[in-house]
């Protein structure tokens, strides 16, 4: 799949709050469908549904345990989705850092300068 | 240090960044909008930044070129839509090293004073779609990185 069309699916996967809540369930390890179905008061198809988009899009692996069929995460399209926020992050972070800087001295200056004229006004 | 918060919505086409800032608002404003203030401080530690040009005034235009150690430079410009001193600034964003022109974004900053003179800012960055905000254009994305498990919660717990 080409990476465009796999972050577009990541994302519309990721844009409904049931299946975020199971990939927060699913990130402290794997469980089987009952599990997952067990917080909502959804019937298990509509969960079911749910896994199918997350599969589809590579957010979840289900190993062929006949009877349970336990859900995994997958982190790689996660991954991918959060590389280019986090240089986004960083970029402004280290902006800001610098900007405390600038505004130490902004503010420093300000206080000399009214403390002189504060100075001025005695006779 | 002061922490910056970032928060990007799967499905969204917005970024939300707050910070606060030890100074008043007068001042923080002041590094925003002044063409020497700003070049000390825009584009992180990797960059020099130069301002080609910078009118922060409504409907003044704006161009930022970083070059980067390898000598490559980038360019960024926009129009300001508003500046309200101390409070507001509104204006357009596009990075001219994209493979097509034409992603402009709205960014829209506001400064909240705070007690002991110090200065909450909030940047609503708004993208054309959620593919710009998700920088899937953007040049220099690394395959294969690999996310850590804190990471994959707080994105997928934000929502």
């Known amino acids: 799949m080409r990476r465009s069309t796999r972050l577009n699916a990541t994302f519309a996967a990721l844009a409904?709050?049931?299946r975020r809540a199971i990939?927060?369930?699913l990130a402290s390890g794997e469980a089987s469908v009952t599990d997952l179905a067990r917080p909502f008061a959804i019937s298990q198809p509509?969960?079911?549904k749910h896994l199918r988009v997350l599969e589809r899009a590579?957010?979840?692996s289900r190993?062929?345990?006949a009877q349970r069929r336990p859900c995994r995460i997958e982190a790689k399209p996660l991954a991918e989705a959060s590389v280019w926020l986090e240089g986004y992050r960083r970029f402004w972070e280290s902006s800001f850092q610098r900007l405390d800087a600038v505004l130490e001295e902004l503010t420093a200056q300000e206080k000399r300068g009214s403390s002189r004229r504060r100075k001025r006004k005695r006779p | 240090m002061a922490k910056l918060d970032l928060t990007a919505r799967p499905g969204t086409q917005e970024i939300v960044l707050t910070r606060v800032f030890d100074a008043p608002r007068d001042t923080v404003f002041k590094a925003f909008t002044d063409s020497k203030l700003i070049a000390r401080w825009w584009g992180g530690s990797l960059y020099q930044t130069t301002i080609d040009t910078m009118d922060a005034r409504p409907g003044g235009t704006w161009r930022f070129v970083q070059k980067g150690?390898?000598?490559r430079e980038h360019g960024f410009h926009g129009v300001y839509h508003d500046v309200t001193s101390p409070e507001r600034l509104i204006y357009t964003f596009e990075y001219e090293g994209l493979p097509e022109p034409g992603?402009?974004?709205l960014e829209t900053v506001r400064f909240e004073a705070l007690p002991s003179r110090k200065t909450k800012l909030t940047d609503l960055t708004v993208f054309q779609s959620v593919a710009d905000r998700d920088g899937m254009l953007a040049a220099g994305m690394e395959e294969?990185?690999?996310a850590s498990m804190d990471e994959l919660a707080r994105l997928v717990e934000r929502g």
């Open chain 1, 58 to 60: 590579g957010l979840i």
């Open chain 2, 103 to 105: 992603h402009v974004l």
């Open chain 1, 63 to 65: 190993r062929r345990d």
């Open chain 1, 23 to 25: 990939l927060a369930h």
């Open chain 1, 16 to 18: 409904d709050p049931t």
């Open chain 2, 69 to 71: 150690r390898d000598g």
């Open chain 1, 46 to 48: 509509a969960i079911s």
């Open chain 2, 144 to 146: 294969g990185a690999t």
